[in-house]
């Protein structure tokens, strides 16, 4: 028979905050007829750039994340606010985080952060031959810091988890699939 949809039978939102809202949704199991409760975290859709400069070094961002009260090391990315697609978001959050533009870009499509609770996607961009083109103006909630490395030395940094950040883990394991049959410079398959 393979696995099939949950009717919803209604949802109340509980609560939220001005990034995240909270629902339950009554649900009934197709398998067993059993109605159930299920809480869902509604979120925004977001973004992620891994940016690759013409010399082959990807622009990475160290920031401090609340939720795990330390810094991280990232590709740049953000919300995907209200009127914006997903590519028009990457360019903006690319600018304002790093200062770093392109005009050459590669969607490498997007992935759900936490489908078990979660309602948004995340959408992952290859900006290729990044170039600084303005100092960094990040929001009032964020304190970055620019690096560059190699192409080359991020399979290390994954390894060593100094990148653990889950979806940029992921925007990584779609790069370096893509990255195979790629230019990371010119953007076009080798």
């Avoid at 099939?4 to 609560?15: A, F, K």
């Avoid at 590519?87 to 870009?105: I, Q």
Wanted: charged share 25%.
């Amino acid at each position: 028979m393979g696995v099939r949809p949950w009717t919803v039978l209604g949802s109340e939102r509980l609560n939220g905050t001005p990034l995240f809202g909270f629902r339950r949704d009554r649900v009934v199991s197709p398998r067993t007829g059993k109605p159930h409760d299920v809480y869902v975290l509604e979120a925004p859709n977001w973004v992620n750039v891994i940016p690759v400069t013409a010399g082959r070094e990807v622009v990475l961002v160290r920031q401090w994340r609340h939720g795990i009260r330390g810094v991280t090391l990232e590709i740049p990315g953000g919300v995907i606010e209200a009127g914006d697609d997903p590519e028009k978001a990457a360019r903006r959050e690319l600018l304002e985080e790093t200062g770093y533009g392109a005009d050459c870009w590669i969607s490498l499509g997007y992935t759900f952060p936490n489908p078990a609770i979660q309602d948004n996607r995340c959408y992952t961009f290859v900006a290729v031959n990044a170039v600084r083109r303005a100092d960094p103006s990040p929001d009032a909630m964020e304190d970055i810091e620019v690096v560059l490395h190699p192409v080359e030395r991020v399979p290390a940094l994954l390894e060593r988890g100094e990148i653990a950040h889950a979806l940029i883990v992921a925007a990584f394991g779609k790069f370096f699939r893509w990255f195979q049959g790629a230019d990371p410079v010119g953007g076009a398959p080798s």
